[in-house]
Nanobody, 129 residues
Framework: LQLVESGGGSVQPGGSLRLSCAAS????????IAWFRQAPGKEREGVSC????????NFADSVMRRFTISRDNAKNTVYLQLSSLKPEDSAVYYC???????????????????????WGQGTQVTVSS
């Protein structure tokens, strides 16, 4: 499975961006997709995820009610809508995938980055005035 992120860029505080994670070459119908981010000098942080089974989602507290995640199975693409952006949202954003049919995976998906077998190359998001 190959993952390619796009949509990053530079925006002012309060602005919005939509990140895309396009998947190709997968052999399974059940890939949970998550977004992680990493800022310079900081640990990687789980941002959001969406399950493969029923579209359940989860969000980090830091982005709750500002970010939304969705998936278009026909296009094999997952989107992360970033709104009300803050300077502390600046980071490289990565999408990652794990093959799982666990219907409860969204409950703990952000705490298990080590389980993700497939990672994209990342896209830079910079929030600055």
């Amino acid at each position: 499975l190959q993952l390619v992120e796009s949509g990053g860029g530079s925006v002012q505080p309060g602005g919005s961006l939509r990140l895309s994670c396009a998947a190709s070459g997968g052999t399974s119908d059940y890939y949970a997709i998550a977004w992680f981010r990493q800022a310079p000098g900081k640990e990687r942080e789980g941002v959001s995820c969406i399950s493969a089974v029923d579209g359940s989602t989860n969000f980090a507290d830091s982005v709750m009610r500002r970010f939304t995640i969705s998936r278009d199975n026909a296009k094999n693409t997952v989107y992360l809508q970033l709104s009300s952006l803050k300077p502390e949202d600046s980071a490289v954003y990565y999408c990652a995938a794990v093959e799982t049919a666990d219907p409860y995976y969204a409950d703990y998906c952000l705490a298990r980055s080590f389980e993700y077998d497939y990672w994209g190359q990342g896209t830079q998001v910079t929030v600055s005035s």
